[in-house]
T-cell receptor, first 109, second 116 residues
């Protein structure tokens, strides 16, 4: 049974810092891994999708990497801004997703 | 492209009544739709997977007689919460995949259900 864990559970950083969010999964037989952000009381915003054959994806200040063999993905956020404050979720699996536990990020101005 | 809508965005109902939530893919045909539930300060939990014209597959611990899912067309799936109780109050989110060969999920904006 797939289990997805995110570390840290919460993170508070000053504006401008580069930061790394971690996502670990127990079953490497995945089709893809997707990163989302969720603002309080809102739905999900898809950030990056990494297919199982890919190693990384980039969008603006975001870079996500995938290491299937070790069951890990990282989301790198460069030059963090207060607007990045949100909960970040990773999800992975085969035809269906299992979501991680989430990382609540607060970027201080 | 790949937009998914949900209706309503929020609903309040009385305990013991039923409420229906719609999930639509607006610009693509969805081969598979998923329903998730999210309690406050928790992550999303998959409730069920549905394919058009087939019975939904429910995750362990989800009552199929309480959460009725109908996937009547390639663009519409509905979730009906029957005999709702306050503990059913939650954020319900649906998602859809475009083809059987593509597994990226496109998520709706969610429906907040409050049972009084």
């Amino acid at each position: 049974k797939q289990e997805v864990t995110q570390i840290p559970a919460a993170l508070s950083v000053p504006e401008g810092e580069n930061l790394v969010l971690n996502c670990s999964f127990t079953d490497s037989a995945i089709y893809n891994l997707q990163w989302f952000r969720q603002d309080p009381g809102k739905g999900l915003t898809s950030l990056l999708l990494i297919q199982s054959s890919q190693r990384e994806q980039t969008s603006g200040r975001l870079n996500a990497s995938l290491d299937k063999s070790s069951g890990r993905s990282t989301l790198y956020i460069a030059a963090s801004q207060p607007g990045d404050s949100a909960t970040y979720l990773c999800a992975t699996g085969t035809y269906k997703y299992i979501f991680g536990t989430g990382t609540r990020l607060k970027v201080l101005a | 492209g790949a937009v998914v809508s949900q209706h309503p965005s929020w609903v309040i109902c009385k305990s013991g009544t039923s409420v229906k939530i719609e999930c639509r893919s607006l610009d693509f045909q969805a081969t598979t739709m998923f329903w998730y539930r999210q309690f406050p300060k928790q992550s999303l939990m998959l409730m069920a997977t549905s394919n058009e014209g087939s019975k939904a597959t429910y995750e362990q611990g989800v009552e199929k007689d309480k959460f009725l899912i109908n996937h009547a067309s390639l663009t519409l799936s509905t979730l009906t919460v029957t005999s709702a109780h306050p503990e059913d109050s939650s954020f319900y989110i649906c998602s859809a995949t475009r083809t059987s060969a593509e597994y990226e999920q496109y998520f709706g904006p969610g429906t907040r259900l409050t049972v009084t």
